[in-house]
């Protein structure tokens, strides 16, 4: 018969192999929203072949999509875990971006998703780096009355991260001089849902180009637009509903 001390020792032994076990369920279900926020760039027009990448705070690191993969072909196990200092153990390379992921992640506690994508029209302001002034009130949604350009930098380089970081800062989203754009967010869904208005905001801003001056809006009507903001737009599922 096995003494009390035997006892607790397979009881402890039991619960970490239950806690691995939703630690790995966890785990593919992140996994599993980082496939279908690729898959999603490429329905919602925003990206084409293996552009775009996207990851998601997980643990005590991150998930984030594999370099070279197109989004039809992924798999939850195609996803790569890394850690914040950079490291991983995976057979595929992460996502050649995956400093700034990490470095946004890490320095913005309010992040949990990043989307960076190459959509014609954000990628074409991008091409002539221009900030995105507040011609429409869903600039809002950024969180200020612009959507900054950071300055060009190679991808892929820590020089790269260091210009994002600066873009955003008050910001949920920017551009990338010459490259594409950022989209931050909560969740997954709230950063997909930010691509896709930073891209229509900037086809408007196109178009309205085309037909004379846009009329910029003044920096306080956004203020109290971004405060208005915070009980407006996608909202998530379990969000309780008021009486």
């Known amino acids: 018969m096995q003494d009390a001390t035997s006892q607790d020792d397979g009881s402890r032994d039991d619960g970490s192999r239950d806690n691995a076990a939703a630690g790995g369920s966890d785990r593919m279900a992140a996994a599993r929203g980082v496939v279908a926020a690729m898959r999603d760039l490429l329905t919602l027009g925003l990206s084409q072949g293996t552009s775009g990448n996207v990851s998601v705070r997980h643990g005590d690191g991150f998930l984030v999509s594999p370099s070279g993969v197109p989004a039809e072909a992924l798999t939850p196990q195609s996803i790569v875990p890394m850690t914040f200092a950079g490291t991983w153990d995976h057979p595929l390379a992460p996502s050649s971006e995956w400093r700034f992921h990490r470095d946004i992640l890490a320095r913005r506690p309010d992040v949990h998703a990043v989307v960076h994508a190459h959509p014609d029209y954000c990628t074409a302001f991008a091409l002539c780096g221009r900030t995105i002034p507040a011609v429409h009130y869903m600039i809002a949604a950024v969180g200020g009355p612009t959507i900054r350009c950071a300055p060009y930098a190679p991808y892929g380089t820590e020089e790269l991260s260091r210009l994002a970081i600066e873009a955003l800062e008050g910001r949920a989203g920017c551009l990338l001089a010459n490259h594409g754009m950022i989209a931050t967010g909560p969740d997954l869904a709230r950063a997909l849902w ?50």
């Open 194 to 243: 930010l691509a896709v208005e930073m891209e229509a905001l900037c086809r408007q801003y196109a178009i309205a180009l085309q037909v004379g001056a846009p009329v910029i809006l003044p920096d306080d009507e956004i203020a109290r637009t971004v405060e208005r903001f915070k009980t407006y737009g996608l909202r998530a599922q379990a969000d309780p509903t008021p009486p």
